[in-house]
């Protein structure tokens, strides 16, 4: 394995030693730049520490990041502080309901720690109920797709590890949030209208996001009281108010009434879990990801590696099709991996360092390399369903003035989950269930199929795309900071984007702005990025034997990168989202003291 043949509160709470003063920020919003100044200014409170920045897909979220490290938070306290934020305002992206992935350095630190905050299925879950349901749909919608939450636990956890602030002073801005009211954006208002027909079957979803049966407004406040008081539960009780209080109680009640098998002791059971990270060289870069239970890592060490393989002559000129078809050829091998043997470690061994390793890379570079960019697999007809959307999850990017780095990526999977929202406390439920594979011939949402690695057991974490990424030059300092939503097309985007960064040299909003294209082996498709590739270059791909779907824009990532000494910050120009740098003069308590109690795996 693999084989060619084939496969197919502890809380040292330091106190803030300095607050003051944040110099100037650039601030992106919805690929806008302007610069700002905050603050007062030559207060002669000396020289800054150094320098801070964040990405986030909302600039309320960004906004907060950086409020958090301008009063001498770390990376851990802001990433923290933004994903509670983002909860709010995005609702139908990730939040409480929801899971996520951590990657994170510790200032001065050459190791790179990543938290597994992934639902898990419940332990009473109805497998046939399931198989028998697929094209009902009950993985994606209603108490069935709803698998045990993990972002508190996982944010509690990074916190406790990482972080020099409490869980109430991270709860507050997005509490806070919540009880005035969110003036909806356009993408909001936009997944407001494609979901309204899933928000009406839920009593409590349709209270919230309906006015009257219709979907609130671009501009319109977005109030939520209910979420306000779950997080201020959660400020006051800790986790323990999700996972073993009134929130769990109505949790547990609510999925049951549509149809779900979560339970009591599934929240009590719940548990973070410190991971492998997946380590990878491209060009002199050293890439550190997420491992199982996300294929993230796995994948994009693989496609870097092939990609360094492949040569200038079967790349091609970057935009030609020579180049396209050699970056789907890479994405297609790896998505064949993903398909054969990927799922949560606790399970099924996954050979992670067969599929990110050297002679695995050599093999399908030379594949690909004999093809010449030809399509490797005989194309099958084209499917009918193009992907659905690709900017709900979030991910956000952090690097603070001493050196710490969070790259977090956050999901409730489909744009608002489950639609199922727990009564009187304002918390959308994921779908994440879906991201298991019944097998071969029932694709999930995103059109993803697997095998036996990632088949539905009680307690077992869904295969995920995540992929929160660090990256680091050869001397061992940051480069960039980076991920994305999009479902499978998350490991594509962040690939396309590592590459265009490392080697073209381009800003991050530069390197966001490129078109995308897409494949991940089944359905046979090479999906381009509408509007963005010439009708030329779509009929020499055809010609070549790919099956070519034109697609809405997908993915919002959000990009962090090294460039003369300094960060350039960026935030997908396809979504809304707030990237900001500034100059920090407080000082920086370092990062928390180490391991807590978490389970781990070998
Ligand atoms: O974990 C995963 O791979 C999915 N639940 C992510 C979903 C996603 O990115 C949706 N965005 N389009």
């Known amino acids: 394995m693999p084989n060619r043949a084939r496969l197919g509160s502890r809380s040292r709470r330091m106190a803030i030693l300095a607050i003051p003063v944040t110099i100037t920020f650039a601030l992106t919003l919805g690929g806008l730049s302007c610069t700002s100044r905050r603050g007062p200014q030559g207060n002669g409170a000396g020289e800054p520490v150094g320098e801070a920045a964040v990405a986030t897909a909302n600039p309320e979220a960004t906004a907060a990041a950086l409020a958090v490290l301008e009063a001498g938070g770390n990376a851990a306290d802001a990433a923290v502080t933004a994903a509670l934020v983002l909860s709010v305002v995005q609702p139908h992206s990730s939040g409480l309901g929801g899971g996520g992935f951590l990657v994170y350095r510790r200032a001065g630190s050459a190791e790179v720690e990543t938290l597994d905050f992934r639902e898990t299925a419940p332990a009473a879950i109805d497998l046939a109920a399931i198989t028998t349901g697929h094209d009902a749909k009950v993985l994606q919608d209603g108490g069935l797709a709803v698998a045990v939450p993990g972002e508190v636990a996982g944010l509690d956890e990074i916190l406790r590890r990482f972080g020099t602030r409490s869980l109430p002073a991270a709860v507050e801005p997005a509490r806070r949030i919540a009880e005035r009211g969110y003036t909806i954006d356009a993408r909001l208002a936009e997944r407001l209208v ?20 219709a979907p609130r407004g671009v501009g319109t406040p977005l109030v939520q009281r209910d979420l306000a008081r779950s997080l201020a539960q959660l400020a006051s009780d800790g986790p323990r108010a999700f996972y073993d209080g009134p929130i769990a109680a109505a949790m547990v009640e609510e999925v049951a009434r549509q149809g779900g098998v979560l339970s009591r002791d599934d929240l009590r059971g719940y548990r973070p879990k410190w991971r492998t990270p997946v380590e990878g060289r491209y060009q002199g870069l050293r890439v550190v990801s997420m491992g199982p239970p996300s294929s993230g890592g796995v994948l994009l060490v693989q496609m870097l590696a092939v990609w360094e393989r492949l040569g200038a002559d079967a790349k091609g000129a970057p935009g030609s099709t020579e180049h396209l078809a050699a970056l789907a050829e890479t994405m297609r091998h790896a998505f064949a991996d993903r398909i054969q043997a990927l799922g ?5 061994t996954v050979p992670v360092a067969e599929l990110t390793g050297a002679a695995h890379a050599d093999a399908i570079a030379a594949e690909i390399r004999a093809a010449l960019g030809v399509a490797t697999v005989p194309p099958t007809p084209a499917g009918t369903a193009p992907l659905t959307g690709g900017d709900h999850t979030s991910h956000l990017s952090v690097a603070d003035a001493a050196g710490n780095l969070a790259s977090m990526t956050l999901s409730i999977n489909t744009s608002f989950g489950s639609g199922v929202t727990v009564p009187g406390y304002g918390i959308v439920l994921n779908d994440e269930m879906d991201d298991f594979s019944l097998g071969r011939d029932a694709p999930n949402v995103y059109g993803l199929v697997g095998g036996a690695a990632n088949s539905v057991q009680p307690g077992k974490r869904p295969l995920s795309s995540m992929t929160p990424a660090l ?31 490392a080697d073209q040299g381009l800003g991050a909003q530069e390197a966001l702005a490129l078109p995308r294209i897409h494949h991940q082996a089944v359905p046979d498709r090479l999906r381009l990025e509408s509007g963005r590739f010439s009708e030329e270059i779509a009929a020499s791909l055809v010609k070549r034997g790919y099956t070519v779907a034109l697609e809405e824009p997908w993915s919002d990532a959000q ?7 300094s960060w350039q910050a960026g935030s997908d120009p396809r979504g809304v989202g707030g990237a900001a740098k500034a100059r920090i003069r407080a000082t920086i308590p370092p990062s ?11």
């Not at 928390?592 to 070998?602: A, H, K, N, R, Y």
């Open 471 to 501: 990256v680091f030059d050869a001397s061992g300092e940051p480069f960039a900071v980076l991920g994305s939503p999009g479902g499978p097309r998350i490991v594509s985007t962040v690939f396309q984007v590592l590459v265009a960064l």
């Open 344 to 348: 949560d470690p606790d399970f099924v």
């Open 194 to 213: 494609a979901r309204k027909g899933l928000l009406e079957r839920f009593p409590a979803s349709a209270a919230i996001f309906l006015d009257g049966g």
């Open 592 to 602: 928390g003291p180490g391991p807590t109690v978490v389970e781990t795996t070998p």
């Open 559 to 565: 990009v962090l990168v090294r460039r003369g000494g």
